[in-house]
């Protein structure tokens, strides 16, 4: 059985914002068909911030916090994911943000809070 999605944390380095930072999004990609969606996140980070975080041997507290932050935010998606039966963007969206959605909020506002 081949893989309906797959779910990582991804560094948008297509536009820097103006504190010199990137953000921080949640990936997610399905191979059939092939689309792939990014989830902002309240993360943003340089890129050797996100380096040294994501793969630094270096750890100091400040690093560790945000990589166990950073890492719940990817666990809690895909833990997500895996208790759909079939993966679709729409269920795995309302799943997601279950809970948390008031009409008057723009999905964006809850997109942020993931």
Do not use: C, W
Request: proline letters at 4%; a positive charge.
């Amino acid at each position: 059985m081949t893989n309906e999605y797959f779910i990582s944390i991804f560094l948008d380095t297509r536009r820097k914002k103006k504190n010199k930072k990137f953000p921080v999004k949640l990936r997610v990609f399905t191979p059939q068909p092939r689309k792939q969606k990014l989830y902002p996140t309240k993360f943003e980070f340089t890129e050797d911030e996100f380096e040294n975080i994501m793969h630094g041997s270096k750890s100091n507290k400040e690093l560790q916090n945000s990589r166990l932050k950073i890492s719940s935010v990817e666990k809690r998606a895909i833990e997500v994911a895996e208790k759909l039966n079939h993966f679709s963007f729409e269920a795995f969206e309302k799943k997601l943000f279950e809970g948390k959605i008031n009409e008057t909020k723009d999905i964006k506002y809850y997109l942020a809070l993931v």
